[in-house]
Nanobody
Framework: QVQLVESGGGLVQPGGSLTLSCVAS????????VGWFRQAPGKEREGLSC????????TYADSVKGRFTISRDNGKNTVYLQMNNLKPEDTAVYYC????????????????????WGQGTQVTVSS
């Protein structure tokens, strides 16, 4: 059974940085793509970024391109989301997800393309 556990959220001032972690278990992590999403109150879940399994190709939503960086450490079964220059509109619950139709690829940032989710971690950007 796939399990994903996010951590690293918290309160940060505008312009600050945070790094989120997503630890996976129950899967052959090396072969699975992982994505990051967020959901703010009253809004739909938004796909932010995805990293493939083998060649570590990355995809970013326009809203975070140039500010957020996704990476993975297969030895630690962990995917990271480095977030820089945070803005109040980045406030949301952040989720990682895996189990895309191909398992290894990131062909869509739609939340419906991912079958397994973590419980989320809160990020609040406020002065």
């Amino acid at each position: 059974q796939v399990q994903l556990v996010e951590s690293g959220g918290g309160l940060v001032q505008p312009g600050g940085s945070l790094t989120l972690s997503c630890v996976a278990s129950g899967i052959s992590f090396d072969f699975w793509a992982v994505g990051w999403f967020r959901q703010a109150p009253g809004k739909e879940r938004e796909g932010l970024s995805c990293i493939t399994s083998s060649d570590r190709s990355t995809t970013y939503a326009d809203s975070v391109k140039g500010r957020f960086t996704i990476s993975r450490d297969n030895g630690k079964n962990t995917v990271y989301l480095q977030m820089n220059n945070l803005k109040p509109e980045d406030t949301a619950v952040y989720y990682c997800a895996t189990d895309t139709p191909s398992k290894w690829g990131c062909f869509s940032l739609a939340h419906t393309a991912f079958g397994s989710w973590g419980q989320g971690t809160q990020v609040t950007v406020s002065s």
